[in-house]
Structures are given as structure tokens and as C-alpha cells.
């Protein structure tokens, strides 16, 4: 059996983690999820890789019951360290080792989706969050338009500095490795002050919107919309599917 791979490590890095946001920067791609928890009246709700816990913060201060969930330690201590992070259940796995619930709706922001290479590893998450979600619950995430080719403009040379109080100046640059669709390799990686460089490895899975159509009928849910991301227009698929 095949089994989800450890996380990269600009997730699970103990050094790396905790300059995810800084380089991330302004996530104003997360509010139309908080729109769409309006949109549905849910009032419980799932963070399927939550990483530093972003949206699962942002929707606990707004008195949603959020359990965020994720593989990678690194990542959640950056959550716990942040203010409101009480208000979060956190998880350290995946979705299938979370504790059982009957969720209102289940959220995969940023590239979650795409993480998942093998088709087997993806339905078994699927179908373990459809277990989580009561009947007529709701799946959203998103997942880059293979039309877009993203991994274009990842092949430009991308370099950019920032300063961290307890560590100085840190560069970041990105590269393309490797394009063998669907998949797509590319590199972080991250050069300290002192001198040590830490390189993160990352691969995504491009998918049609057929195919995750057909993985989404096998795993219990109905497609309602297929929407674009409000910030990112023809470059995102946004599903919206109901557990049935």
C-alpha cells in the first residue's frame, strides 16, 4: 500500500516553518473560504493541511468550531504559537487519523489538493474526509488549471530577501526541476546568514477537471460548482461538492 509522503521541508524544516508566512506574504486568497463558510451557514469545520493554521485562525475568531489537521509538526508549532490558537483542535497526521467527526464542511486551500501524487493515496483522502463530514456536509478546495501551465512562470528566475529579527537577512529563491506532467518538480531553497543553505524539494499533481470529477463521484461527493478563485481568474479550479 501506498502511503502519503513526508512532508517538504518548508513545511517540516524546524528553521524553514517559521518563516513560511513572512514569504507567503498577504493571504488574501483565504477570505473567499471564509465566504463560502458564510455561504453554506457551516458551523463546524475542517482544515485539511493547514500548515501554520492561516484559515483555521481566521475562521476561529469568527466563532467557527475548527479542527485543523496536518502532517507536519514543524508547521503546527507555528500555529499553537499564534494568538487565538486555543480556539483550534489541532491534529498532527493526515485526515484519515483524525479523530472521527460529523462535520459541516472540509476546506483545501492553497496547493493541498495537488500534494497528493498517486491517484490511490488521493481517493483514500477523499473517502476519509467524506467519513468526517455529515450527510450533505461540503467539500471545497482548489487546484491550478493545467490550461494555465503554471510551471511557466516558475521556470523564471524568482529571488527575494527578508529580515527575521532572530536571524538576520534570509534569501529565498525558487526553481523549476523538472515538468514530466502531471506532475511538477520545482526547488526552494534558503540561505541563511550563517552561511547554511536548506533546500526544500516540492512536487504537485496536475489534474483535469475530469479527473477530479471522477475521483470526487467515486469518494461519496456530488459536484455542485466548479468555481474560479475570485484573486487568481483562469488559473484555479474551486469545487464545491456535497457529501451525498
Not at 182 to 202: E, M
Request: with cysteine; aromatic share 8%; charged share 25%.
Amino acid at each position: 500500500m501506498q502511503h502519503p509522503r513526508t512532508p517538504d521541508p518548508i513545511f517540516a524544516d524546524e528553521r524553514l516553518a517559521p518563516l513560511y508566512d513572512a514569504f507567503e506574504g498577504d493571504r488574501a486568497d483565504l477570505l473567499p473560504y471564509l465566504a463560502i463558510v458564510h455561504e453554506l451557514g457551516a458551523r463546524t469545520l475542517i482544515d485539511i493541511g493547514c500548515g501554520t493554521g492561516e484559515f483555521a485562525l481566521l475562521a476561529a475568531a469568527e466563532g467557527y468550531a475548527v479542527q485543523g489537521i496536518d502532517p507536519a509538526r514543524a508547521s503546527l508549532n507555528v500555529a499553537n504559537s499564534k494568538p487565538g490558537s486555543a480556539l483550534v483542535r489541532w491534529h498532527e497526521g493526515t485526515v484519515e487519523t483524525a479523530p472521527a467527526s460529523r462535520s459541516d464542511l472540509a476546506v483545501m486551500t492553497g496547493n493541498v489538493a495537488q500534494v497528493f501524487l498517486e491517484d490511490e493515496v488521493w481517493l483514500r483522502t477523499l473517502a476519509a474526509i467524506r467519513e468526517r463530514l455529515r450527510d450533505g456536509g461540503h467539500l471545497v478546495f482548489e487546484a491550478r488549471r493545467p490550461s494555465a501551465r503554471a510551471w511557466e512562470s516558475w521556470a523564471e528566475p524568482h529571488e527575494e530577501s527578508r529580515a527575521f529579527p532572530s536571524l538576520g537577512l534570509v534569501r529565498h529563491c525558487r526553481e523549476l526541476l523538472e515538468v514530466d506532467l502531471p506532475l511538477v518538480r520545482f526547488r526552494h531553497s534558503y540561505a541563511f546568514p550563517d552561511g547554511s543553505l536548506i533546500n526544500s524539494d516540492s512536487t504537485l499533481r496536475f489534474r483535469s477537471e475530469g479527473e477530479h470529477r471522477e475521483a470526487l463521484n467515486r469518494s461519496g461527493f456530488e459536484v455542485v460548482a466548479v468555481r474560479e478563485a475570485p484573486d487568481r481568474p483562469g488559473k484555479e479550479f474551486v469545487f464545491l461538492a456535497t457529501a451525498v
